[in-house]
């Protein structure tokens, strides 16, 4: 007892410093690891979010001009102005909507690792997409022929502006499209590693989606 009263004194009477001093070796513990966040996607992800955004709102701006121009009219179409083929069109409508169906089932096809699914899923796409353009390239020829051009009136300006540039991002879109095509046959996408192929998607279903819109507006309005 008398010894460990005398240690005790001891501890007392030294200094907070020295009594505080670590052991040799010994210290704080080390900190824990800091957990990284989560990332929402990849950087090509959110950029290829953010230029939709973009295109959202420049095809805002052209259907804004439109309606304007639409609601101040007396009589639209204008008069000796041919009138839009509305049944050929509302067929080429599914056939657009038919290729996001496809491209949709291509991202099903990546997840399970099923290349040959993923390859022919693709291929649909293309061919409904090149299909599509390849009727409204058509039907823009014999509207010409029969005297709607850009030079006629507004009407005719303004529909090959607002359907004019829809058919041109399609084409960039069929056109990103051959490029994943090529990349899927060369086996460069899988379940792990498919953001081409998903970034893809992402517009072809923009572009698609915008065409209901379009069409309705343009065609049926």
């Known amino acids: 007892m008398a010894q460990s009263s005398t240690a005790r004194r001891l501890d007392e009477a030294l200094p907070q410093s ?12 080390p900190a824990p690891p800091v957990r990284p966040n989560p990332t929402i996607g990849s950087n090509a992800w959110v950029g290829t979010l953010m230029f939709l955004g973009a295109e959202a709102m420049f095809f ?3 259907i804004g001009a439109y309606i304007v121009f639409r609601v101040g009219s007396a009589i639209w179409p204008p008069p000796f102005q041919p009138r839009l083929p509305v049944g050929v069109t509302g067929v080429n409508t599914l056939i657009l909507i038919a290729s996001a169906v496809t491209m949709r089932f291509s991202l099903k096809a990546v997840r399970v690792n099923d290349r040959k699914m993923l390859i022919r899923c693709l291929t649909y796409t293309a061919v409904l997409g090149g299909i599509f353009l390849l009727i409204q390239g058509f039907e823009w020829l014999r509207l010409i022929h029969f005297g709607l051009t850009v030079s006629s009136s507004v009407y005719g300006s303004l529909f090959y502006t607002l359907i004019g540039f829809h058919g041109l991002h399609v084409f960039g879109a069929l056109i990103w499209l051959l490029v994943v095509l090529v990349r899927a046959k060369q086996g460069r996408f899988s379940r792990e590693g498919h953001v081409g192929l998903q970034t893809c998607c992402m517009y072809w279903t923009f572009v698609v989606a915008l065409w209901p819109v379009l069409y309705g507006l343009v065609y049926l309005y």
């Open 18 to 29: 020295v009594a505080k001093q670590p052991a040799f070796g010994g210290g704080e513990p």
């Open 60 to 62: 805002a701006g052209l």
